[in-house]
Structure formats: structure tokens, C-alpha cells
């Protein structure tokens, strides 16, 4: 199994900053999506990248996958306390594998 | 529609104890799957199914039985409840595994339930 590295681990801002978080791993993916979990609930898909350096933008989150298909980010502008959850990146291998995650904290 | 709904949404058991979850799709998806959320271990494939009928194991199968009787149910069983079966365990569906073009197909996921074993 080929891990997917999610970093960092634990985001904590304030309303307004801009962050971004990343997903690494060290072979080539066929693609990658990403997934917000709020608390007690389950994730939610925001976004698959399929082509190397394709960019995805969901109002003021956007999504790059890396020229190598082994990374991708996701930025958001202008962070709201709506955003507060957990992000997750998943590839696919045969069957989705998941990423730990990184937790985003979005305070007023 | 519903989506994906899950019963119960939090059980507690003792050790040895049985129980299966329910999960249930109205989206009509061929796909369905059970996952396990730990802290620090993000989600983990225990089984899935690729349509009514059939079952294949994931990651993580060892303790849990699963069965597709009915296309929209996909059940997961505990026959004998451990301490490290406690976790919060999500069910999903979709229409297909990988769409044309080699993307994965989106997953929808069920609202969890919280396990508890003593």
C-alpha cells in the first residue's frame, strides 16, 4: 500500500487567514480527490485532479495536482469558520486509500 | 432522497458481544463499503461489494463478516466484539468503482456510527 501524507497534521487560524494544506506521496497517482468531514457527520467529496498540473478552483478553495502526479494542495482564501473540519485526500488503488488528514480549526 | 443512511448511530457493547450495522443507499449504486474512522489512522477499508450478492475484503478485515443480500443493504457484522473494534464506522456508495478515464467513481458516505466496546 502506497501511504498518502498529509500535512500538517492540526491547523489552527483565525477568520480571514488564507492556509494551505498538502497531500505527498512518494509514487505516481492515477488521481486524487479530496474530502471535508464536519464533525459527526461523513466526508463530503470537493474535487478529483486527474491531469498533472491541473488546478481546481471551489469559490475560495483551490486544487492542484502536482506537474508529477505525486502532490497536491489545497489552498483556501480567506478562511471562515464554516471551513472548520477535517480534510482528507484519497487515490485510488484499486479501492479508494485515504490519507489521515489534516484538521482545520477556523476561529472568529 | 436520503442518501446513505446508517442504523444505529452509536451502540455500546461488551467484549464478546455481537451486533451488526446497517447501512442502506437509495441512490441505486452497485458499490457500497464499510470503513473504519481512528483517531490518527485515518479511514481504513474493511469490506466491499461490487454489487447484490457479492463481497471482497479490504484492508482490514480480520473480525467483521459482511453480506449484500439486497442491492440498496450492505450489512457488517461483529460476531464477537473486541476492545479494538471500538472506532466510528462509515459506510459508503457509489455508482461505480472507476469511472472511464481511470478517475475514481465519488463515494457517498453515511453519517457513521459510534461503537463503544468494554
New interface residues.
Given amino acids: 500500500?502506497q501511504l498518502l501524507e498529509q500535512s500538517p497534521q492540526f491547523l489552527s487560524i483565525q477568520e480571514g487567514e488564507n492556509l494551505t494544506v498538502y497531500c505527498n506521496s512518494s509514487s505516481v497517482f492515477?488521481?486524487l480527490?479530496w474530502y471535508r468531514q464536519e464533525p459527526?457527520?461523513?466526508?463530503?467529496?470537493l474535487v478529483?485532479v486527474?491531469t498533472g498540473g491541473e488546478v481546481k478552483k471551489l469559490k475560495r478553495l483551490t486544487f492542484q495536482f502536482g506537474d508529477a502526479r505525486k502532490d497536491s494542495s489545497l489552498h483556501i482564501t480567506a478562511a471562515q469558520p464554516g471551513d472548520t473540519g477535517l480534510y482528507?485526500c484519497?487515490r485510488?488503488q484499486g479501492?479508494?486509500i485515504?490519507?489521515?488528514?489534516t484538521k482545520l480549526s477556523v476561529k472568529p | 432522497n436520503a442518501g446513505?443512511t446508517q442504523t444505529p448511530k452509536f451502540r455500546v457493547l461488551k467484549t464478546g458481544q455481537s451486533m451488526t450495522l446497517l447501512c442502506a443507499q437509495d441512490m441505486n449504486h452497485e458499490y457500497m463499503?464499510w470503513y473504519r474512522q481512528d483517531p490518527?489512522?485515518?479511514?481504513?477499508?474493511i469490506h466491499?461489494s461490487v454489487g447484490e450478492g457479492t463481497t471482497a475484503k479490504?484492508?482490514v478485515p480480520d473480525g467483521y463478516n459482511v453480506s449484500r443480500l439486497k442491492k440498496q443493504n450492505f450489512l457488517l457484522g461483529l460476531e464477537s466484539a473486541a476492545p479494538s473494534q471500538t472506532s466510528v464506522y462509515?459506510c459508503?456508495s457509489s455508482w461505480r468503482?472507476?469511472r472511464r478515464?481511470?478517475?475514481?467513481e465519488?463515494?457517498?458516505?453515511?453519517?457513521?456510527t459510534r461503537l463503544l466496546v468494554l
Fill in positions: 500500500t492515477s488521481s480527490q459527526g457527520e461523513g466526508p463530503v467529496l478529483t486527474v482528507l484519497a485510488s479501492n479508494l485515504f490519507g489521515k488528514g | 446513505v463499503y490518527g489512522m485515518g479511514l481504513r477499508l466491499y479490504g484492508e462509515f459508503a468503482g472507476v478515464g481511470g478517475s475514481e465519488t463515494q457517498y458516505f453515511g453519517p457513521g
